[in-house]
């Protein structure tokens, strides 16, 4: 079926395919820099939520930052935030209540604010209040613009001063992702794909997807898309963490678990991370199912989150395709912003 290209377009309506081929293009997208007035800056604090907080967690380990940074998925702030914390609210649609609430409670507290957002209610506060804001292009679901917010997190942190050169780097990627996505464009044949390859593993399984501290933002991308694009159910865990408690709980019966496990291994991870999922699977043989491992493409950090980022959106469109599901909407979590309003 996948390679079934009528097929393909019937299911997929919203073309989720085509944008995450030309997701590369985010890369170069290009924000105006932002005016700030340079001021002491002792901490980040970045509110947001789904797939708005991704970028944040993507920039939590590249490049990282030199001032302690915290991603906020939540109503209100940490104590500790004051005048000397850069607050960013991060809302792709511009209308998410926690984050706006969080914004609230920044502005009592005078941090200096700034927005990234595609419009909505956040945009509109931030226009009123002349904070520094970036706009998204919109049109998309939040999870199919997290390069995008990258970019304009990098532009927004080079300006500040709190990186250099950041922004341009990331834009120096995009032909690095234009020619990895080729490979698993839906008119490459499945025996050469090797997106629907793992997309034929996870059908009628939940997916459990793993890896360590350099690619767990592309882990927590990997069940964000399982569970917004196939509409399967997935969550994710980082080692070495899982050795702590979660190794053990596989341990156990049924044998024959209802999973696929994922390790998303890079090899410019700590030593002894990589030991730890090959001893791991060894140790887990017979009683989970073996792991299906992803050694991403690229020799750096960025690189080889881009492209395990990348494919993630392939396998979770071609697991969407499999179930029989259009993977753009979203309705059950429109349903319950509308219960909550």
Same mark, same amino acid.
């Given at each position: 079926?996948?390679? @079934? ?11 989720? +395919? ?54 906020? #998925? ?61 706009? +998204? ?13 990258? %970019? ?70 990997? %069940? ?40 998303? #291994?890079?090899? +410019? ?12 699977? %060894? ?6 199912? @073996? ?43 429109? %349903? ?6």
């Amino acid at each position: 079926m996948l390679d @079934d290209l009528k097929i393909i377009h019937e299911r997929d309506a919203q073309d989720a +395919l085509g944008i995450a081929e030309k997701q590369y293009q985010q890369l170069s997208q290009n924000y105006p820099a932002p005016t700030i007035k340079p001021q002491a800056i002792e901490n980040i604090v970045f509110a947001g939520m789904g797939g708005s907080a991704l970028a944040a967690l993507i920039a939590q380990v590249w490049p990282g930052f030199a001032v302690p940074f915290e991603i906020v #998925r939540n109503y209100s702030l940490p104590v500790y935030v004051s005048d000397k914390t850069l607050f960013i609210a991060s809302s792709y649609s511009g209308n998410t209540e926690e984050t706006i609430s969080a914004l609230a409670d920044a502005e009592h507290r005078g941090a200096l604010v700034a927005v990234i957002s595609s419009g909505g209610k956040l945009a509109d506060r931030a226009k009123e209040k002349s904070y520094p804001l970036l706009v +998204l292009p919109g049109g998309l679901q939040p999870r199919h613009a997290v390069f995008f917010s990258l %970019k304009a997190l990098l532009t927004l942190t080079d300006a500040i001063g709190l990186t250099t050169g950041k922004a341009q780097e990331l834009g120096n990627d995009a032909e690095f992702l234009h020619s990895a996505i080729q490979t698993w464009l839906p008119t490459v044949p499945t025996v050469q794909n090797q997106a629907k390859q793992i997309a034929l593993e996870c059908i009628g399984r939940s997916v459990v997807i793993y890896g360590g501290p350099l690619l767990f933002p592309a882990a927590y991308k990997w %069940k964000i898309s399982f569970n917004e694009n196939a509409k399967q159910v997935a969550w994710c865990n980082q080692y070495s963490e899982f050795n702590h408690n979660e190794f053990i709980g596989w341990s156990r019966q049924p044998v024959d678990k209802p999973y696929t496990v994922i390790d998303l #291994r890079s090899d +410019l991870e700590h030593p002894q991370i990589q030991k730890r999922f090959e001893i791991s699977a %060894k140790l887990l043989s017979g009683a989970r199912p @073996d792991p299906i491992v992803v050694k991403p493409g690229g020799t750096d950090l960025l690189a080889q989150l881009l492209w395990t980022i990348a494919l993630g959106d392939f396998v979770t469109l071609y697991t969407a395709l499999l179930n029989n599901i259009n993977p753009t909407p979203v309705d059950l979590i429109e %349903k319950l912003k509308k219960e909550l309003s």
